[in-house]
């Protein structure tokens, strides 16, 4: 059986303090829309991703009354975090992305996310080809994931191998197949088994994920439970660090 293209994407929409101010406060969020403002500002010229920084506004995980407005409440801010590098641009011009510099240094933010985009903008085709490539040659990876998730619903495992899907396309894409290692389920055990010392292989990636999984907690049709994110972040964390080649 194929596996169904991820179509699901969070439209990133802002409607304005006015609306996003209630929504963050409902959610437990302490900050105002002009600390969110403010913290967004500092992460882009520091080069953090939007999807690393959104889930840090909350000093604990944020309660949402129902999956409408946890979508809602994402939406805007996604769409927020587009107005201030739209804004920070027109002032400063371009940020410079040092992070391209150095072929050995973690993606930055920005090639991420211009990978993710390469990704949407495949056909159907390109994509399939590129998703049958996945399952044949991360085998391993597929398999690895689907068992640290298949106590929680269907939802979560689903997700989490897709995310690993466009975690590997997007290393191959920035840096070449022949540099994307093929994971092995030793490599992927070792890894979800590391202590989890705050070192993150490719902290852009790890924003990709983070945002994506409250998108689909958002989903007003198949939520993925918020109980579930941290241990998907962990099987996906361990994913990154068995694709990631080991750098001089």
Not at 88 to 103: I, K, Q, S, Y
């Amino acid at each position: 059986m194929k596996t169904p293209r991820r179509t699901d994407r969070l439209p990133r929409i802002y409607e304005g303090p006015d609306a996003l101010a209630p929504l963050l406060a409902q959610s437990g969020c302490e900050l105002t829309v002009d600390d969110v403002v403010e913290e967004f500002a500092c992460a882009l010229e520091e080069g953090t991703p939007a999807g690393e920084i959104i889930p840090l506004l909350w000093e604990v995980e944020p309660r949402f009354p129902d999956p409408a407005a946890a979508k809602r409440t994402f939406q805007n801010l996604f769409g927020l975090w587009d107005a201030v590098d739209a804004e920070l641009t027109a002032a400063h011009g371009p940020l410079v992305d040092l992070g391209e510099l150095d072929p050995d240094a973690p993606l930055s933010a920005r090639q991420v996310d211009r990978a993710s985009t390469r990704l949407d903008g495949l056909d159907d085709r390109a994509w399939r080809k590129a998703r049958d490539r996945f399952d044949n040659h991360q085998s391993d990876v597929a398999t690895f994931v689907f068992e640290q998730l298949a106590a929680h619903p269907d939802v979560v495992a689903s997700t989490a191998i897709d995310l690993a899907f466009e975690t590997w396309w997007i290393l191959e894409d920035a840096r070449g197949g022949a540099a994307v290692p093929r994971a092995s389920r030793a490599a992927l055990t070792a890894g979800f088994e590391a202590e989890d010392d705050g070192g993150e292989p490719e902290p852009g990636l790890a924003g990709l994920v983070t945002a994506a999984l409250w998108e689909q907690a958002a989903d007003e049709q198949d939520p993925l439970p918020e109980t579930s994110i941290p241990l998907a972040e962990r099987a996906l964390k361990a994913v990154r660090r068995a694709l990631v080649p080991r750098r001089r």
